[in-house]
Structure formats: C-alpha cells, structure tokens
C-alpha cells in the first residue's frame, strides 16, 4: 500500500487477517458485521461550527486526491454487492459542496439488493437540492442544528445562515426525505438550555430528534470530558417537561438510544458515545473522501483503497482489503481508557 500526502497525518498498519474466517461479509474478530457505510464526500464545508473546524477552515484535501464521482460509485458498489452493505449514508464536510452528488445518490439506490440511502447534512443548501435528491433516490437525510437562535446559531457556525437551515429541513420533508432526522450537539454554557426548545420545534415541525455528546474528535484538541453535556443531563432537562420512556430495551447497532415522548409515537433518540458507549453492539465501516477505509471514527490507522484503485485492483482484490480492515477493528473506541490517542483526522474529514 502507498502512503500518500493527505494533509493530515495518519498512521498506516496493515490489518491481520491471519485468523479471518472465510466469509463474503465485514465480519469482525468480535463477532460484529459492519452494514452501514458512511462515505464522507468532501472534507470541506461551508459552515465552521466551533467545536468541528477552526475560523479559518482546515488544510482542505488537495482535489487530485478526493474519489471521483465514477470511484465512489464503484466503491459502494463493491461494499453492497460483495461486503453485505445494507444501508450508506453520505456525510461529509458539507456533503452537498460536492456537485455530482445525484449522480452517485441515483448509481447507489440502482443497485441491486438496493441500499438504503441517506445523507446527513448542515442543510444550509438543501432547499434547493431536496427535490433533486429525492429524485435521484435518497431516502432521507439528517440535518445539524444546534440552536434555534439566529445570533447563538452565528455565534456557534460563525456564518449567519440559520434560515437557510429551517428552509432546507422544510424542503426535505416537503420531498419526501423523511423522517427529517435533527442532529443536535449541546455544549456547556452555550446552547445547553436548548434540550427543551429543540425537542419542542422538532415535535411541532414533524422531525425526529437526536442529540449527540461531543466527542473528542475536534482539529483543536478542545474537547473536555469535564465540560461536555452528557446524555443524562440531556434527558434530565427533558424529563422535566416531558414523559420520555424507553423505545425498546434492543437498540441493535443503532447508536441512538431512543425514548417515547409523552407516550409517543413521537421519538427523541440520544447519542451517548462517551457516556454509554455502543461499540459492542457496532455495524459501521467508514469510507473518506480520498478513499481511506476506517473501521471506526476512532481509528488511528487506515486502509488505501485509492492507490489499489487507481493501480487497476479488481473488485475483489478491493473487497478483500475491506474485509480485512474490517476483521481488525478494535473492540471499541478506547475514549474513557487511560492513555486514550484521538485521531489525527477531525470528525470533519472521516465523516461525521
Ligand atoms: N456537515 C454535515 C453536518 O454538519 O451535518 C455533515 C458532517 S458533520 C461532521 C456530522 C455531524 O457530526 C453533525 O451533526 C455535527 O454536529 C457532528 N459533530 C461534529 N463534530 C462533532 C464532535 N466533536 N462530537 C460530536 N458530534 C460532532
Ligand atoms: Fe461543517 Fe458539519 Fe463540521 Fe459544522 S459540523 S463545521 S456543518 S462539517
């Protein structure tokens, strides 16, 4: 495998595969299966939410570097009809910077058994790009907003764009790209009184909404576990206004917790990564947008699939890189361990 300049520094190792069991599928040596893909599109973005990117944006990935549209294609297709890949989900950066997008949405949703396909986006274009990726066969999208106040919102992405947000998640329900899925991350003394707020707009608007602990994966190193709003603060607030009872006791490989509000149907899910960590119960595979194999957000080394690629490897020969990537992967994340490493690459160029 090359090593090549990604602007970012990453550490390589070649997976183990020496006890790997003959199966067609990402099985892993804790008896995980990975069907969900996050394919991350670009490393750019046209926001600069504080605890994801600095002011000044990131060292971008030079653009010889990113996965063509063709490449990505053909990678999906490889993980959907040789790996088991059930579900792919395009994030970013700020997937929709990427134009061309419909294309790889429309090659993906063609497959066959077809996946289901999402997106998770800042929804900052999405207004005008919903009808467009329902067409092209999205099923769905998630879209980040920490704040429903304007000046907090510039505050907190430092563009003043929340209307584009509220216009955009309206646009995707109005195409069909539903459930609107909210993503939502609460910092401490900064947005942590809106728990209740955004659970009210997310009922009144039809959207379903899940929050996330901030995770120690920020180009600044500034997360602190001391600082962060855990789930049970989360659900504290909530439960003082609502009745939240559990979904189910079986979450399966969904991250999200999730609780009935007032005795439903309506739904708030929690992403409790730090606090209550889901690792065990893991079935994610991660591709970058310079076509870098991870087997979790975690990972200090990846897999090249681009050199491979490019080289001319058949889908196979690629397949099989992916699998053994995959029978590598940790048992978990290693966050609340001593001597935890963060990766080197920030959330915004693994895919979020
Ligand atoms: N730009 C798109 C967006 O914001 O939806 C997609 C990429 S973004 C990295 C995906 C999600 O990750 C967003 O909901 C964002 O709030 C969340 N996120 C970013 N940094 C995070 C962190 N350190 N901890 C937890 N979530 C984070
Ligand atoms: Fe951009 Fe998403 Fe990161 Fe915000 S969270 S800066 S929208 S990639």
Redesign the pocket.
């Known amino acids: 495998m090359t090593a090549v300049n990604l602007g970012v520094p990453v550490v390589r190792s070649a997976p183990d595969v020496s006890a790997r069991p003959e199966s067609p599928h990402l099985v892993d040596r804790f008896g995980r299966v990975a069907t969900d893909l996050r394919v991350s599109l670009t490393d750019r973005?046209n926001?600069r939410?504080t605890?994801?990117m600095p002011a000044e944006g990131l060292d971008w990935l030079p653009k010889p570097e990113l996965l063509s549209d063709d490449e990505l294609a053909r990678l999906v297709s490889i993980a959907v009809t040789r790996l088991g890949v059930t579900d792919v989900r395009f994030?970013?950066?700020?997937?929709l910077l990427r134009p061309g997008i419909e294309k790889v949405i429309a090659a993906t949703t063609a497959l066959s058994p077809r996946p289901n396909t999402s997106m998770?986006?800042?929804?900052i274009t999405l207004a005008k790009r919903a009808a467009g990726l329902a067409e092209a066969g999205l099923d769905r999208v998630?879209?980040?907003l920490?704040t429903l106040d304007p000046a907090r919102f510039h505050e907190m992405t430092r563009r003043d764009r929340i209307s584009d947000v509220f216009a955009g998640m309206a646009a995707a329900r109005d195409a069909g790209l539903t459930p609107v899925k909210v993503?939502?991350?609460l910092l401490r003394g900064v947005n942590d009184d809106e728990a209740v707020p955004l659970l009210r707009f997310a009922l009144e608007n039809g959207y379903q909404l899940r929050f996330?602990?901030?995770?120690?994966?920020?180009p600044q190193h500034g997360?602190d576990r001391s600082s962060m709003v855990t789930a049970e603060e989360i659900l504290d607030a909530l439960g003082r206004e609502f009745t939240l009872a559990p979904e189910s006791t079986d979450r399966g490989g969904a991250p999200a917790e999730r609780w009935l509000v007032d005795g439903g149907p309506a739904v708030v899910g929690v992403i409790a990564?730090v606090t209550r960590p889901f690792c065990a119960a893991c079935d994610r595979t991660r591709l970058t947008a310079d076509g870098q194999l991870r087997n979790c957000l975690f990972s200090t080394s990846e897999t090249d699939l681009r050199a491979p690629l490019r080289a001319g490897a058949t889908d196979e020969e690629i397949a099989d890189l992916w699998r053994g990537t995959m029978w590598a992967k940790a048992a978990g994340h290693g966050i609340n361990r001593a001597g935890f490493d963060q990766p080197d690459r920030?959330?915004?160029a693994i895919?979020?």
Request: charged residues 10%.
């Open positions: 973005c926001l939410c605890y994801c994030t970013g950066g700020e997937p998770t986006t800042n929804g998630n879209v980040s920490d993503n939502s991350v996330i602990e901030q995770m120690p994966l920020d997360w990564s920030p959330m915004s895919g979020g």
